[in-house]
């Protein structure tokens, strides 16, 4: 059966800090592997990672897919107290009825205080 | 641009009452679209998906039903809610091919009481 899993579940750090949150998945005929950030309603898409090796970032957000050992990684540097969130880590399947139906693991509760 | 509408953004209501709840989406033609629960602000389960009108599959049994009735237009429904259909609803969109993820609409918070 297809399963992403993330850790930590949860995560409280300090302004300032540098945090890594951790993502592995099983996924049949994985495709890509997505991330989102979610605060207090909808999910907000932040990357979609597709090749081994090849860094995505924005700002101070990084992430990076290695689908040798099946997982990916999210970096937050310089965390502040706006990056408090649930970060979720989603994989998609090639999928021959074009449904992309997402496998999504259960979040990362990052809680930055100031 | 695309955009996605739900509604209405919180929602309480009695046991055995009905359910309608609405998602629309503008600036695309023929999206897939998804019908989401998220119980305790975790786990994002996949309730139903669309990928054309009148196409719906769906991911659970329970008490729910959807409905695709235009092509940018998704509904979730129910005859008689019950407590366990409280939570937090998501719909979402994608395109249907090509490296792109999901735009997911606000939310609608349901509590059944």
């Known amino acids: 059966e297809d399963k992403v899993v993330q850790s930590p579940l949860s995560l409280v750090v300090h302004e300032g800090d540098t945090v890594t949150l951790n993502c592995s998945y099983e996924?049949?005929?994985?495709?890509?592997l997505l991330w989102y950030k979610q605060e207090k309603k909808a999910p907000t898409f932040l990357f979609m990672l597709t090749s081994s090796g090849i860094e995505k970032k924005s700002g101070r957000l990084s992430s990076i897919l290695d689908k040798k050992e099946l997982f990916s990684i999210l970096n937050i540097t310089a965390t502040q107290t706006g990056d408090s969130a649930i970060y979720l880590c989603a994989g998609l399947p090639y999928n021959a009825g074009n449904n992309r139906k997402l496998i999504w693991g259960l979040g990362t509760s990052l809680a930055v205080n100031p | 641009s695309q955009t996605i509408h739900q509604w209405p953004a919180t929602l309480v209501q009695p046991v055995g009452s009905p359910l309608s709840l609405e998602c629309t989406v503008e600036?695309?033609?023929?999206?897939?679209l998804y019908w989401y629960r998220q119980a305790a602000g975790r786990g994002l389960q996949l309730l139903f998906y669309s990928v054309g009108i009148g196409q719906i599959s769906s991911e659970v049994p329970q008490n729910l039903s959807a409905s695709r009735p235009q092509d940018r237009q998704f509904i979730l429904s129910s005859k008689k809610l019950l407590l366990s259909d409280s939570g937090f609803y998501l719909c979402?969109?994608?395109?249907?091919?090509?490296?792109?993820?999901?735009?997911f609409g606000s939310g609608t918070r349901l509590t059944v009481v």
């Open positions: 979402a969109w994608s395109v249907p091919t090509g490296y792109y993820g999901y735009t």
């Open positions: 600036g695309t033609s023929n999206p897939n």
């Open positions: 996924v049949t005929n994985f495709r890509s």
